[in-house]
């Protein structure tokens, strides 16, 4: 069974930096292109980052170019989400999702990202 | 972006009734490969979404064939015939054609 748990989300000052994480487990994870997604609160979906099966290349949305990095790590099964100068407007609920032939096919519960003073 | 454009907002609906979700496109989803990358998701109250159809027409592992999908170039359809209690929540539809991947706003499906 196909199983993604991120970690990592809390309460952070505007300006700030936090790091998600996201373990998968019951699939080879290196066999997956994956990706973030968000959703801000009682709002819609939103696509924000993308990586490579070996994390060689990587995809953001425009509004977090240059502040926020995907990486993976394929020894652990992992994939990360360094965010930096973080807004209020990054406050979501991120999701961790695999991302195969075009479609976000499985998704994590979701990890709570809150940008404020 | 790809505007992605949904109705209605809210539709009501009364249980083993049919209902119909449209998906509008403010471009052709039509990728240079020749497929169309247009999906949909269901996402339950207090849970993450989950895939039910994949470009366009093609359930996911586990999807009943109450759901169907259909449509082309920038109109699409998600319908759903027979509702059951486990089918509420709010419904989107996803193209990944063009980067960035947008999702429509959403359509949540609730009884009537």
């Known amino acids: 069974e196909v199983q993604l748990a991120e970690s990592g989300g809390g309460l952070v000052q505007p300006g700030r930096s936090l790091k998600l994480s996201c373990a998968a487990s019951g699939f080879t994870f290196s066999d997956y292109y994956m990706a973030w997604v968000r959703q801000a609160p009682t709002k819609g979906l939103e696509w924000v980052a993308s990586?490579?099966?070996?994390?060689?290349?990587?995809y953001y949305r425009d509004s977090v170019k240059g502040r926020f990095t995907i990486s993976r790590d394929n020894a652990k099964s992992s994939l990360y989400l360094q965010m930096d100068s973080l807004r209020s407007e990054d406050t979501a609920t991120y999701y961790c999702?695999?991302?195969?032939?075009?479609?976000?096919?499985?998704w994590g519960q979701g990890t709570l990202v809150t940008v404020s003073s | 972006d790809v505007l992605m454009t949904q109705t209605p907002v809210s539709l009501p609906v009364s249980l083993g009734g049919q209902v119909s979700i449209s998906c509008r496109s403010s471009q052709s989803l039509v990728h240079s490969d020749g497929n169309t990358y247009l999906h949909w998701y269901l996402q339950k109250p207090g849970q993450s979404p989950q895939l039910l159809i994949y470009r366009v027409s093609n359930r996911f592992s586990g999807v009943p064939d109450r759901f169907s999908g259909s449509g082309s170039g920038t109109d699409f359809t998600l319908k759903i015939s027979r509702v059951e209690p486990e089918d509420l929540g709010v419904y989107y539809c996803?193209?990944?054609?063009?980067?960035?991947?947008?999702f429509g706003a959403g359509t949540k499906l609730e009884l009537k």
């Open positions: 996803l193209q990944s054609t063009h980067f960035p991947y947008t």
């Open positions: 999702t695999t991302w195969g032939s075009h479609w976000f096919a499985y």
């Open positions: 990586i490579s099966y070996d994390g060689g290349s990587t």
